[in-house]
């Protein structure tokens, strides 16, 4: 079985959207990631760091789904990252309430042992140079290391987030991000001044208006499925990312044609996290659910025009 | 062969955008309309108003594309409207400079007699009671009658707009306005609202986003294809809804499988129509250069997930 390293954040959010709000529960980037990546058949490890605060249960939440925690180190005496958001009405834009970063300051990830020399390497949103000390640790160069960022390192460590992306394969971000790394508008010529950065795939997540994979002068584009009522946007992103990674992982197959079905996986599990708070919906969700979705999506973007 | 009527405007744009501006130029929804519709097997015929300023050679674009302009009346002491705006620098918004309405504020559309039993009806945006005297004047029933409008209708004629609503199987409209009509955020739920008001299909236009077309509990999701630069964005949703109403006469073919189709044909011709100023791109594009966009669209959303 295909090993996936995974490496982001394990947290407490609490959050706040039109249709009600929570009090502190389990959220961060290698969470999503890992729980969407369960749902294929891989060895799926996380890499964090939470405080001596976080529940028991939550990390049973994710052995259950098969993900892999030897790699999450408990600091005793700190507390775990929190997060705390608050939605506006459009859903597409969100106002951060708080951030502390608790035990998150000082993390040095460590790979374990068995996982050094894992297929695919998850890096998610996370300081760049944490990043790159998870790539540091690998002792055979993986098949794939795919980077999630966000803006924010942007503004703060360029230099270190420009040198970790030259060392991967993949960057996924959005729209608004993509454009502030390249500083070009057109989303065709910032994926091309992204790839001059490294990255031989890029993908650029447009939250409700899907997602595009560019490779050298290839595109694809993966549409986000319409949906009725969006509940909670959290983790949409970083779900996408583990079902991207985790489909790859599974068939071992890094090529631009089997990436494309890797685009629609993530979508379709991206899909099921905005339906309910938080991580509920990605907890219990079932093959036959996702098939059925898979499904939906086909008749969503397929077409028969025939060209001779 | 089957026949296709336009309404529209048939005016002089102006037009600024950040690579340059315009004086005087060819423009008007049925002018965009018809040129796209012209890449189809079909027999198209303008109905519209112009003014004694308007240039024959204008009027010769158009029937040397085949698009039969009996219906265009002249009114020789007359001017031709115009109007005028400017795009802003992501294109998405644009400010109006000027609208003179000359000639079509008594605008008195005439159906020729040979179209009177035309199979599709295409519906340009006009004052809904101008669209709705088009479909009085048809002496069969059509095959479909398509609807174009805007926000502007909504705003100072919602009733008139409705009661021509009701008479239609299919509107095309953007996103914005679709939630105005509904009064809807979610595109799935104004879709649905949009229904009960009378449309069996409702096509609703995101511009770089894509196209999402509805019918019943039915969703197909057509992406734009990402260009490298928007020229001028000036008469895309007319060459979508020219393509789309053209595809479909010329295939005789109006069930919802073969409307995807004509959402490709719309997107694909709308993506050729914003590479230059005006009409320009649309003059002379050949059957090769569709097609080998056509090919582009397959590329760039066709996956191969295999579900048994």
Redesign the interface.
């Known amino acids: 079985m295909s090993k996936l390293v995974i490496v982001g954040t394990v947290a407490f959010d609490a959050i706040e959207t039109p249709f009600g709000k929570t009090d502190k529960i389990l959220g961060g980037a290698a969470t999503y990631i890992g729980l969407s990546a369960s749902n294929f058949n891989v060895d799926a490890a996380a890499v964090s760091v939470v405080g001596g605060d976080f529940p028991q249960e939550y990390l049973d939440l994710l052995t259950n789904r098969g993900v892999n925690i030897d790699g999450i180190e408990i600091i005793k005496e700190g507390k775990t990252f929190f997060w705390s958001g608050k939605y506006h009405?459009?859903m597409n834009s969100r106002d951060t309430l708080a951030t502390e970063l608790n035990v998150l300051e000082h993390f040095n990830p460590v790979v374990p042992g068995d996982y050094k020399d894992a297929d695919i390497v998850m890096l998610g949103n996370l300081h760049p140079s944490v990043q790159q000390s998870v790539l540091d640790q690998m002792t055979t160069k993986p098949k794939l290391a795919i980077l999630d960022t966000m803006n924010f390192w942007m503004d703060i460590a360029l230099d270190d987030l420009k040198s970790v992306i030259k060392n991967v394969d993949v960057i996924t971000i959005n729209d608004e991000e993509a454009r502030q790394l390249s500083g070009e508008?057109?989303?065709?010529?910032a994926a091309r001044k992204i790839h001059e950065m490294g990255p031989k795939y890029v993908v650029i997540k447009?939250g409700e208006?899907?997602a595009?994979l560019f490779h050298n002068d290839?595109?694809?584009?993966?549409?986000a499925l319409?949906?009725?009522?969006?509940f909670d946007p959290t983790g949409a992103g970083d779900t996408f990312a583990g079902g991207f990674a985790g489909y790859l992982a599974s068939t071992g197959d890094t090529s631009f044609?089997n990436m494309?079905?890797a685009?629609?996986?993530g979508s379709t599990l991206a899909s099921f996290c905005v339906e309910k708070f938080g991580t509920e919906r990605m907890l219990n969700l079932t093959d036959k659910e996702v098939?059925k979705r898979?499904?939906a999506f086909?008749?969503?973007?397929?077409?028969?025009?025939k060209?001779t």
């Open positions: 009405n459009d508008y057109s989303l065709v010529v447009k208006h899907g595009l290839e595109v694809f584009y993966a549409p319409p949906l009725e009522e969006v044609e494309k079905n685009v629609i996986y098939y898979l499904q086909k008749n969503l973007t397929q077409f028969d025009i060209l």
